[in-house]
């Protein structure tokens, strides 16, 4: 397959307010590739076992994609990363997928869904996880990746605009043993009937899209959606810097600035100011991440209710 050009304006809205995209870079095919682990997840999930073929299918639906919103992550292929797999309580999720009979898991900004497949892949039961996007069309490209339809998987979607709080909004973080039923997960439209539900909210490559004041808001919006139950958590991975501000990243010829946290202002966030101190544990790792033909730090973290 030759590289894709894209045919839209070479200015694009990336954020909120807060990042453009100025000549939007074509694809390039050539930068393909999967790991071994990767590979085996895709080939099984997708029925393909021949490489090419694969090859070619991923392609294709990398290429619808960019077509709806070149987002860097679709360029360099790192919505294929399996980004759920690296975190350390990876394992915890499972735990809580096969140990609670209710166990919900929200995979919000989820693009093509990949780590929501891999989880049910790997034994999260699908009637309990719901993907989220504010692209609705990367939903029904999930379905196309992976080869299904409404009626061959059994997760949810529900597209949306996590800043519109019709959509999602601050609620007070549920506490203490009472146990509610959760909602009829195939009628939701919004993800606050979730508030005190999800038992595994996972945020992958999302909030350092947003400013300072909007992190913080979603952050409090999580929280709410976050079961009393010990054990529950919300995990994500995210730029970062050693002192939290503004970064400039490089984005084919743009230079889109970005708001990070450092790890001890991410704790400190999650700790203290969105959570009571030592209600939460807060696990922060941070480590170079090479994406988009630069190195940025970026941080793998956890926040689990004690």
Known sequence: MDSVEISQADTFPFGRG?????????????IYSLTPDEAEFFKAATGID??????????????KAYKIAPYPCILDFSFMRMWITKQPVY???????????????????????VDSRKLAFDGFPPRGIISSDIKKEFLELSHFLFRTSNGTWA?????????????????????????????????LTSL????????????????????????????????????????????????SDKEK??????????KPVLFCHSPESW???????????????????????????QTLDNMVWSVKRL
């Open 18 to 30: 807060l990042i453009q995209i100025v000549d939007v870079p074509p694809l390039d095919p050539s």
């Open 50 to 63: 021949d490489d090419d073929i694969l090859r070619t299918h991923i392609l294709r639906a990398q290429e």
């Open 267 to 293: 704790m400190e966030l999650w700790d203290g100011i969105v959570f009571e101190k030592g209600e939460v544990e807060v696990k922060v790792n941070a480590r170079p991440l090479f994406i988009a033909g």
């Open 192 to 239: 606050n009937p979730l508030r005190g539900h999800c038992s595994v909210i996972n945020v992958s490559c999302f909030l350092h899209l947003f400013t300072e004041e909007q992190q913080l808001h979603l952050a409090r919006a999580l929280a709410g959606l976050l079961s009393p139950e010990p054990g529950s958590l919300i995990c994500g991975t995210q730029f």
């Open 155 to 187: 997760g949810h979607s529900i597209p949306g605009d996590v800043l519109d709080p019709e959509m999602l909004s601050v609620a007070p973080i549920a506490r203490g043993s009472e146990v509610r039923s959760p909602p009829d997960l195939s009628t």
């Open 245 to 254: 501000g503004y970064i400039t990243a490089v984005i084919g010829s743009s």
């Open 91 to 113: 394992q915890d999720i499972l735990d809580i997928g096969r140990e609670h009979a209710n166990a919900i898991f929200l995979d919000l900004g989820c693009c093509f869904s």
